[in-house]
């Protein structure tokens, strides 16, 4: 007989997925109250922070009532109960998936890969979470489906194309969050919701059954309240697919997490001013270096005189603009549900450039690869902020540099982690980034739990929508 004092639903929406992983194991949490702590808060919440777009109570009981089941009869899936949330350019089957689209009605007949491996872990799916229109942006202002507001601060940004997927991570209304990063779309809102995130090297977990933005850059992106709860999804979603053309089969093998602090040699700009970083976070960065003290062993300024982060970003993003005139087609033509015209805009650019045009922003990716195998045989990690500014209010234009430091990881293919670094003076939240060569996953996410534990900068869950 189980004598243990069962979790409150306040820690079970603070605590971790391994924490949580750990209840379940030992019989303090059953997965159909842990689904009920979780779906009562998007109930209270979602209101307010408008982080999903379509939840499904009757496939949420479903799910968590088979996960009792298997609990009981001693055949458990990695994640057996744990509720996790989908960004909704994501395929689950027999739910549309939208992307964030005024009206796509595209009812897929089966899940993408990254979501058959949730259910086959055994994972509760929570529902789609809010993103930008298309996976086009970096705000979750959706012009149709609304604004997701940062938990931290109503009225304010939440980041995106992941906005959705971040904030309900932060509010305690998912457990952690399946999103993609093509040029920063995890990492930005994690930055800004402060809780952590993961880019994977390109190809290391399938994109197969993702709406592509840009295939030569999508990734399958990871949203958690703890740095180790990203390398047990890893793990988890990882692997080789035969239906993907860009997934790998480890063509750079896993790098073991074995890296000695003292022989670290970790990269940093030597001037973030330069590269359009604000001072206040300039400020807080420098604040974080100086609490890790030997964690990063020898530093090293690195050489980016080469490398223009505005421009290179703006190349990316031709390559997502031009993608979308193929992938959303039939939305782009569609006069009865028309786009934004915001979104026209930006895919009209990308159609009124040239084979020639097309072919430089492409190249850019091959000076991506050159950079960072130089970069690399110098430094073992670069790290900087993850974004320039923090979060800002909705009403305001979105700043064109949000991506600019996250652009370098994705062109290259690498892997990037985002932690909470520590606060604005605004009292909002701001991410640091470790950015690894391809293949060095999982020694990225062991000094990056290394780091986040002496920073020890997360905030306190579950985040409860203050105002603005």
């Known amino acids: ?18 924490q949580i992983m750990h209840w379940l194991a030992i019989g303090r949490a059953q997965p159909q109250a842990l689904s009920d702590v979780y779906q009562d808060a998007i109930e209270r919440l979602n209101p307010v922070l408008n982080a999903y777009t379509d939840v499904s109570v009757s496939l949420i009981q479903e799910q968590a009532l088979a996960a009792d089941r298997r609990r009981r009869d001693g055949v458990m899936g990695r994640l057996d109960g744990l509720p996790i ?29 990254a979501i058959a ?29 609304g604004a997701t507001h940062n938990p931290h601060r109503l009225g304010y940004t939440a980041g995106g194309s992941s906005g959705g997927a971040a904030a309900a991570v932060a509010a305690g209304m998912a457990v952690a969050a399946i999103g993609s990063d093509t040029l920063g779309s995890v990492r930005v809102p994690a930055s800004y919701c402060g809780v952590d995130a993961l880019k994977p090297t390109h190809g290391e977990i399938s994109a197969r059954g993702l709406v592509p933005a840009a295939r030569r850059l999508d990734a399958v992106g990871l949203l958690t309240r703890g740095v180790d709860d990203l390398t047990v999804l890893l793990q988890t979603l990882a692997g080789y697919d035969a239906d993907d053309a860009r997934s790998r089969r480890r063509r750079v093998a896993f790098q073991p997490p074995d890296w000695e602090p003292g022989n670290l040699r970790t990269g940093f700009l030597p001037d973030l001013a330069a590269v359009g970083v604000e001072s206040d976070v300039i400020d807080v960065f420098n604040n974080a270096l100086s609490q890790l003290k030997g964690e990063l062993g020898e530093r090293r ?29 039939e939305e782009l033509a569609d006069e009865a549900y028309p786009v934004s015209p915001a979104f026209r805009q930006m895919v009209d650019f990308a159609a009124k450039k040239s084979a020639a ?4 922003a492409d190249l850019v990716l091959d000076a991506a690869t050159l950079k960072m195998r130089r970069l690399f045989a110098q430094v073992d990690v670069l790290v900087m902020p993850t974004t320039s500014q923090g979060a ?47 293949g060095s996953d999982l020694r990225l996410l062991e000094l990056a739990a290394v780091c986040a534990s002496s920073l020890d900068a997360e905030p306190a869950y579950p985040v409860e929508p203050k105002p603005a």
Not at 303 to 308: C, I, L, V
Not at 357 to 360: G, L
Not at 415 to 427: C, D, F, Q, R
């Open 357 to 360: 045009d097309y072919v430089a």
């Open 85 to 113: 949330a989908i960004k909704d350019n994501f395929d689950v089957a027999g739910v549309p998936t939208k992307a964030g689209m005024r009206r796509r009605t595209v009812v897929p007949g089966q899940d993408a890969h």
């Open 1 to 18: 007989m189980n004598t243990m004092l069962p979790v409150s639903a306040t820690d079970m929406r603070r605590a971790t997925l391994l």
């Open 392 to 438: 800002f209010p909705l009403d305001q234009p979105a700043p064109a540099s949000q991506a600019d430091l996250c652009s370098f990881a994705s062109l290259a293919g690498c892997p990037a982690v985002s932690i909470p670094m520590g606060t604005l003076p605004n009292g909002m939240p701001i991410g640091m980034q470790l950015v690894g060569a391809r």
């Open 301 to 329: 300024a690195v050489d980016f005189s080469d490398w223009d982060f505005a421009r290179t970003r703006r190349a990316g993003l031709l390559l997502m603009e031009a993608e979308m005139l193929n992938t959303f087609a």
């Open 117 to 145: 491996r949730l259910r086959a872990s055994g994972a509760v799916l929570l529902g789609k979470t809010n993103m930008d229109e298309g996976a086009l942006g970096l705000t979750t202002n959706n012009p149709f489906h």
